[in-house]
């Protein structure tokens, strides 16, 4: 079984790369996805004393069959719809965790991708340990990746694993958690904004240049939303004897953060031979939302969503005073709302996302160029 699915494989890689190198078609190479829970497609459930799981209702209610796979959604999240429009696929690859379950198919399923990203996971080793007991920290996620580069070359040889890590494609999601989890000591000035920024990036610098060396060429990073503007932070303005405005603070956080991805990156591709990398600015998309909330219903074919401040699950003050579970108060028109849960977007909203990184003209919303040119580049 397992010498059959190696034999398939180096059939498969072969002829794809043989076809790619002798006629210019254009190939897709595998889809590897790292980061937190916006990409998340069920990482943690392997994980029983994991609290960052989103295997539960009402979790999934959209999602085929109602399933609650792990996602951090009411249905598909940013990397399905990522796959879909890069790649041609109708879901996420798998999680790595689950791919390396079942030893007879791995090799087989590895040459479409796997999904290595785990919520509550963060740039640096330690964001979300202490909140959430287990996570994947983006460092082994990477060694996860180094594992399966491995496993590649002992099959295909150094030369043709080379060739399709080369070819396939990085999605990264992360920091979001990182700036969460400093944010009271932020708030209490034991930590200095500039120095979290500049530590951030540095790690950041690390794990692309890790990225890099085993093989990775073609990256989509995503940015840092508005953090301040979820409900979990209008939630926390309130508290403080606000009106539920976003967190300025935290938003500030958010921009500069960006603009230090974006010259790590330019840095980065400069320094390293043969990187091409679409930078999106979800800052940009997710307030964009915001900020032309949709007054009424005035129609199917009219963009923009009615609610963006308060969460579609959930209860209390903006839905985010608990989290969402299966008793939870629930919206109805899912489509509407830009949050599902306290933290995290709806299918609609990480639809609108991703079909903006994935076309959009002009530099306002990705850079340097959009994810459809990243794919074919
Ligand atoms: C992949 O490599 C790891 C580490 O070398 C090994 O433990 C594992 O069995 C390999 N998996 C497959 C499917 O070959
Ligand atoms: C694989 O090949 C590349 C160059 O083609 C080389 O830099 C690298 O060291 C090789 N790796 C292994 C494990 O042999
Ligand atoms: C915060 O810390 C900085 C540097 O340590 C200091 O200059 C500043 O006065 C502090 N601000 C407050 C409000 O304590
Ligand atoms: C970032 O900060 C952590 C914790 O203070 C430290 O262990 C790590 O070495 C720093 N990383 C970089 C790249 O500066
Ligand atoms: C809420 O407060 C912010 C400043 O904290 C202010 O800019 C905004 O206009 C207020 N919004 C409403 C609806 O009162
Ligand atoms: C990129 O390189 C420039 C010029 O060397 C440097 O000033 C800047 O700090 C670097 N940016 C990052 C994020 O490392
Ligand atoms: C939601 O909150 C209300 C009042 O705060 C409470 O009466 C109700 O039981 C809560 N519902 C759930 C599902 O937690
Ligand atoms: C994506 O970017 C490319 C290159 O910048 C541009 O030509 C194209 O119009 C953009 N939009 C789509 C839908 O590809």
């Keep these: 079984m397992k010498g059959s699915s190696t034999l398939v494989l180096l059939c498969v890689v072969t002829v794809a790369t043989i076809t790619k190198t002798t006629t210019g078609i254009d190939i897709h190479g595998g889809l590897f996805i790292f980061g937190d829970s916006l990409l998340d497609v069920g990482t943690n459930n392997h994980f029983d004393d994991s609290t960052a799981r989103a295997d539960h209702p009402h979790y999934g209610i959209d999602y085929p069959d109602s399933v609650s796979t792990g996602r951090f959604s009411n249905g598909l999240n940013s990397a399905d719809l990522l796959a879909s429009y890069m790649n041609g696929y109708d879901f996420s690859p798998p999680p790595f965790l689950t791919l390396v379950q079942n030893p007879d198919t791995f090799l087989l399923q590895i040459i479409r991708g796997a999904n290595f990203a785990s919520g509550g996971s963060g740039i640096l080793r330690d964001t979300g340990r202490e909140k959430f007991i287990r996570v994947v920290p983006l460092c082994e996620q990477i060694q996860q990746f180094a594992t ?60 692309l240049q890790n990225l890099y060396d085993l093989g990775a060429r073609k990256f989509g990073i995503i940015g840092v939303p508005p953090l301040g503007c ?47 990398y679409s930078l999106g600015n979800t800052y940009n998309i997710i307030m964009d939302f915001i900020d032309n909330r949709r007054a009424s219903e005035s129609g199917p074919n009219v963009l923009g969503f009615q609610v963006v401040e308060t969460a579609c699950c959930g209860n209390g003050t903006f839905n985010a005073e608990t989290r969402c579970e299966s008793g939870s108060k629930l ?4 489509n509407h709302y830009i949050f599902w849960d306290e933290f995290h977007p709806t299918e609609a909203a990480a639809r609108h996302a991703a079909l903006t990184l994935a076309y959009a003209d002009g530099q306002e919303f990705v850079t340097p160029m959009n994810f459809s040119s990243l794919a074919k580049a």
Excluded: W
């Excluded at 070819?167 to 999601?173: A, D, E, N």
């Design 148 to 207: 399966v580069r491995g496993n590649m070359s002992q099959v295909l040889g150094n030369g043709t694993a080379e060739l399709f890590i080369g070819m396939s494609h990085y999605i990264i999601s992360v920091g979001s958690n990182d700036f969460f989890e400093k944010q009271n000591s932020l708030f209490r000035n034991e930590t200095q904004p500039q120095q979290l920024i500049a530590n951030l990036t540095a790690s950041y610098a690390i794990h």
């Design 331 to 334: 919206c109805r028109n899912r």
């Design 230 to 276: 979820c409900p979990m932070e209008r939630y926390i303005n309130y508290q403080m004897g606000g009106n539920g405005s976003c967190v300025e603070a935290m938003n500030e956080l958010a921009q500069v953060f960006h603009a230090s991805i974006e010259s790590l990156l330019q840095n980065f591709s400069s320094i390293n031979q043969g990187v091409v």
